[in-house]
Every structure is written in structure tokens, then in C-alpha cells.
């Protein structure tokens, strides 16, 4: 299947989605302009939302029934010849499961801090 072919139109995903949709717009500025919607070569229906920062890349897909994620580096750590993957939360396609998602990739983008007082300024 070609790229092109493949990509799902906005307005598709929201007549077959309509509750992702609007669970992604209320949460994502201009979300038309920030994923990749593509068909789902696993399963008939489903679609893969892409979602991408600067290290890593989300693949959420949706079905009617199922919503789930997994969540794939973008380059490659010294030494070592492939890109790590993680299983990000999964379940009905619901709004409790929508939310664990998103805090799951919260937490992923989080960094972490140093454990140092930080100097005041007086």
C-alpha cells in the first residue's frame, strides 16, 4: 500500500470517529494539522493516528471497539541498531482509556531534573 493511498482524510476520521476526534481537538491545538491518520493494514476499520516529538513517535490506533497505543524512538541510542518501543495503555475506545493514553505519553515526555537546590535569587 502507497503512502498516499493510505492516509486517511480529516473529515473521514471524523465521521467514522467522531468521539476521538473531538477527545483530540479539545486537548491538541489545530489537531488537523498535528497527526498522521493512516488505514491500519492489522485490521479492517482501524486507523493509526501518528503523533511525533522531537525523540519519539506515538502510533494510537483506533477502532470502534479498541483504543490503544505504542510508542517508538525516532533515532537509534549509541550502540545500539534499532529503535526501542514501549506498549503504551490500551482497552475500549473510551474516554478513560483516551486519557490514559495521553498521560502515558505525558509521562514520557516529562524529563527528568537534577536533585539540586536551585540558587536563589536575593
Not at 477527545?23 to 491538541?28: K, M, R
Not at 536533585?115 to 536563589?120: E, H, I, K
Amino acid at each position: 500500500m502507497s503512502l498516499e493511498n493510505d492516509v486517511v482524510e480529516y473529515d473521514e476520521l471524523r465521521r467514522r470517529f467522531p468521539k476521538f476526534v473531538k477527545w483530540c481537538e479539545n486537548l491538541f491545538y489545530d489537531f488537523k494539522s498535528r497527526a498522521i491518520i493512516r488505514e491500519n493494514e492489522s485490521s479492517d476499520g482501524a486507523v493509526s493516528c501518528f503523533l511525533y516529538t522531537v525523540d519519539y513517535r506515538y502510533n494510537i490506533t483506533v477502532t470502534n471497539d479498541y483504543l490503544g497505543c505504542f510508542c517508538q524512538c525516532r533515532r537509534q541510542r549509541p550502540g545500539e541498531s534499532w529503535t526501542r518501543m514501549s506498549d503504551f495503555p490500551d482497552g475500549e475506545n473510551n474516554i478513560r482509556t483516551f486519557r490514559e493514553i495521553m498521560k502515558a505519553i505525558i509521562r514520557n515526555e516529562i524529563l527528568e531534573v537534577e536533585d539540586t537546590p536551585v540558587p536563589r535569587e536575593d
